[in-house]
């Protein structure tokens, strides 16, 4: 078992930037493939970004390619997101999310385990 704690959230302006953490529990941190996750007030939490257990292959939303960058340190036990060139609709709550089988899932319904978010508010 695994429990994730996100921070680094917070409140930029359009344009900006910022860096997300998110610290697992546990010596097997290697052995989960990490997901990020948002959910903006009434809408349905949607896929970010991956990550595989080795950080050799990652996988992006289309709203946010070019723009985010997910990655991970399995010897702090830490997965990132980097977020550049922030947009309001960027605005939600973010999660982090891992999974034990390494293939690209973006179905938050296939995560086992959930940290409890951090928000993130773009301004205009």
């Known amino acids: 078992q695994v429990q994730l704690v996100e921070s680094g959230g917070g409140l930029v302006q359009a344009g900006g930037s910022l860096r997300l953490y998110c610290v697992a529990s546990?010596?097997?941190?290697?052995?989960?493939?990490m997901g990020w996750f948002r959910q903006a007030p009434g809408k349905e939490r949607e896929f970010v970004a991956f990550i595989s257990w080795s950080g050799g292959s990652t996988y992006y939303a289309d709203s946010v390619k070019g723009r985010f960058t997910i990655s991970r340190d399995n010897a702090k036990n830490t997965v990132y997101l980097q977020m550049n060139s922030l947009k309001p609709e960027d605005t939600a709550v973010y999660y982090c999310?891992?999974?034990?089988?390494?293939?690209?899932?973006?179905?938050?319904?296939?995560?086992?385990?959930w940290g409890q978010g951090t928000q993130v508010t773009v301004s205009s």
């Open positions: 546990g010596r097997t941190f290697s052995s989960y493939a």
């Open positions: 999310a891992a999974r034990r089988i390494n293939g690209v899932v973006t179905s938050s319904a296939n995560y086992d385990y």
